[in-house]
């Protein structure tokens, strides 16, 4: 289908828009949708929480109140956007979940017409809310700036359709391509500002990733900190993302310093009776093993069950060159410092290539500046 070059600039205002629900939207996706009349915006709305309004009725909610109209009736609706264009990241929802389908509020509304980024890939809508709008013979057209929109939501489009989330994992090395010392210890490679963009990639996740080993070592907590985070919000409390601990051997201590902070932890073994007494807030999962050690697909799998879309693994070589050499790795993001830790200390990943036949290809997808740092965006190339 044509569209304009307004067509385009709306829907990049709903994208900017969905993507104000990065770190709050989980396991739902980030949606943004502007109303349009005209050519003039009459409403503006985003997904703000799971179990919240979506984005589309937060829109006709503000076109209602733009018109002095109370934001949740439907007749105001009615008579706020009769005859507007709806412009919508996702598909809109003809079921009903924890709220009542979107696509059935728009024609009530009496929208003229609705464009959407991309269909929805959750097997609940799929395609549905786009049959259910042109059979009360509403105008739709799309997909626009798909690829955008595949982008913002890929976490969410990788568990709806394969039952796994999008696994980014993050490492951080000197110059000369060193995580830590000999002794384990990595506090701190990088400058505060890369641990200030650290603290994003955890608010924006769902689940952290990590071994036994860094939690004992670095005595890590693994959470999101309003103080090293800039832009975390003022007010409430911040949304913490699920804890993963693979302790295939149980070694883990309740005294831990992980332990103290109260938000959920998932301690993953591959089974026998406990060693300890835990609190309430610590989860034990046994699963399969592979080699003596947790079958991370295994886990992967299970975290698609818990509604994970985008899970963050921070671990040391050994676990990251696990999920690398079995091709569960989607996004790697490296901060490399301006120094050099030198022979002794610990590589990237723990990869036994021999041989350049052996080599793993990566396409690099962005290298910005991050402080005094760098931060290097890349993908395996399956290509090569």
Request: charged share 25%; proline share 5%; net charge neutral.
């Amino acid at each position: 289908m044509n569209m304009t070059i307004s067509d385009r600039a709306f829907m990049a205002e709903a994208l900017g828009l969905a993507r104000r629900g990065l770190t709050t939207t989980t396991p739902n996706p980030m949606v943004g949708c502007v109303l349009v009349r005209d050519g003039n915006v009459i409403g503006r709305g985003w997904h703000q929480r799971a179990g919240g309004p979506h984005a589309e009725i937060c829109a006709l909610r503000d076109a209602a109140e733009r018109i002095g109209e109370s934001a949740d009736d439907t007749a105001a609706w009615r008579r706020a956007v009769t005859g507007a264009t709806c412009y919508v990241t996702l598909e809109p929802c003809s079921h009903t979940g924890r709220t009542g389908p979107c696509a059935q509020a728009l024609v009530e509304a009496g929208v003229a017409r609705v464009v959407y980024a991309m269909e929805d890939p959750n097997p609940a809508v799929a395609g549905g809310g786009i049959m259910h709008l042109r059979d009360a013979g509403i105008e739709v057209s799309g997909p626009l700036l798909e690829e955008d929109a595949l982008e913002l939501n890929a976490g969410f489009i990788r568990r709806m359709t394969r039952g796994r989330p999008w696994v980014r994992c993050k490492l951080a090395m000197s110059l000369d391509g060193r995580t830590a010392m000999q002794s384990g210890e990595s506090r701190w490679v990088t400058s505060r500002r890369a641990r200030e963009d650290v603290q994003r990639l955890r608010a924006a996740s769902c689940a952290l990733i990590t071994g036994v080993d860094t939690v004992l070592i670095d005595n890590a907590t693994l959470t999101v900190r309003r103080e090293d985070w800039p832009e975390a919000p003022v007010d409430g409390e911040l949304r913490q993302p699920l804890r993963v601990i693979l302790d295939s051997n149980q070694r883990l201590h309740p005294d831990c310093e992980l332990v103290k902070s109260r938000s959920p932890i998932l301690v993953v073994h591959i089974g026998g009776e406990l060693q300890h007494n835990w609190p309430d807030h610590v989860e034990h999962l046994a699963l399969p093993a592979l080699k003596g050690r947790v079958r991370l697909e295994a886990l992967l799998d299970e975290l698609g069950r818990r509604g994970c879309n985008t899970v963050l693994v921070e671990t040391g070589a050994t676990l990251a060159g696990g999920f690398l050499r079995r091709a569960l790795l989607d996004e790697i993001i490296i901060y490399m410092a301006p120094k050099l830790l030198g022979n002794n200390a610990r590589g990237l990943f723990d990869l036994p290539v021999d041989k350049m036949s052996g080599q793993l290809p990566l396409h690099i997808n962005d290298i910005r500046a991050v402080g005094h740092d760098w931060r290097i965006t890349a993908v395996p190339d399956l290509d090569s």
